[in-house]
């Protein structure tokens, strides 16, 4: 794993945050996908086994999605 080396500000370098921003937007489009799909299956006749389960994703989805805004937030605090 690369070391983060932050400057004297107290701030990400503008490459690395760059980067971060890349990969929280491409996370933003998988985790849309999921929760998409986790919807459309909530939608659907399941047994009780199956929608706990659809349920699982869909909670797991909403909380990385969650997570994946705070981050955003942070890196917007370093520009």
Do not use: F
């Amino acid at each position: 794993m690369t070391k983060i080396v932050m400057q004297n500000s107290g701030k990400l370098p503008s490459d690395v945050t760059s980067q971060l921003r890349s990969m929280a937007h491409d996370l933003s489009n998988a985790l849309e996908t999921i929760l998409q799909a986790s919807y459309l299956l909530g939608q659907a006749k399941l047994d009780g086994h199956c929608k706990k389960w659809t349920e699982l994703i869909d909670t797991a989805a909403k909380d990385a999605a969650r997570l994946n805004r705070e981050i955003r937030e942070i890196l917007k605090s370093q520009a």
